[in-house]
């Protein structure tokens, strides 16, 4: 397992911030907004898009299409927090993101937040200590399992256990 280098260059701060919500499984990702001042609200977005992050009052407000799955929705919140940790500078009026993540940002911006947003929703530490004690027997079925502890979808939790 590796972690990207997004989260490598997050300023020691804001990993620590990050961190506080990363004690267990499933990561509490509306504990971890609040901390950083953001609000997330489920809403009806256009067909197609699944979550933008505005400005709004002193703050900025997430929100994250509630037609979409409950994994996608938990994926999506946390990409629109790594764009607030990444890119605050870009937000301007707002950033959209399809259900590709795909934005008026270059992709080498959308690939930064989605390498983060795996970071935030996959800490390393906590991926390793609960594959090691859990009590799966079929290795093929690890997967799966450690993705419903975390609220993620299996093939983001492939990617992260390198599979
Ligand atoms: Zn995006």
Do not use: C
């Amino acid at each position: 397992m590796t972690v990207s280098r997004e989260w490598s260059n997050l300023p020691a701060k804001l990993r620590a911030a990050v961190e506080q919500h990363q004690a267990e499984a499933p990561v509490d990702l509306a504990a971890l907004a609040r901390g950083f001042g953001l609000s997330v609200k489920a809403a009806t977005l256009a067909p197609g898009i699944s979550g933008e992050i505005r400005p709004e009052g002193n703050s900025f407000v997430i929100r994250v299409n509630r037609h979409d799955a409950a994994v996608r929705q938990r994926f999506t919140v946390a990409h629109e927090i790594a764009h607030f940790l990444l890119h605050q500078s870009e937000i301007g009026k707002g950033i959209t993101d399809d259900v590709l993540y795909r934005s008026s940002l270059s992709g080498k911006i959308e690939a930064e937040a989605n390498r983060l947003a795996a970071d935030i929703l996959m800490p390393d530490h906590l991926v390793q200590r609960i594959k090691a004690n859990s009590e799966v027997l079929n290795i093929n079925d690890i997967p799966l399992h450690l993705s419903k502890r975390f609220g993620v979808s299996e093939s983001a939790m492939k990617i992260k256990l390198g599979l």
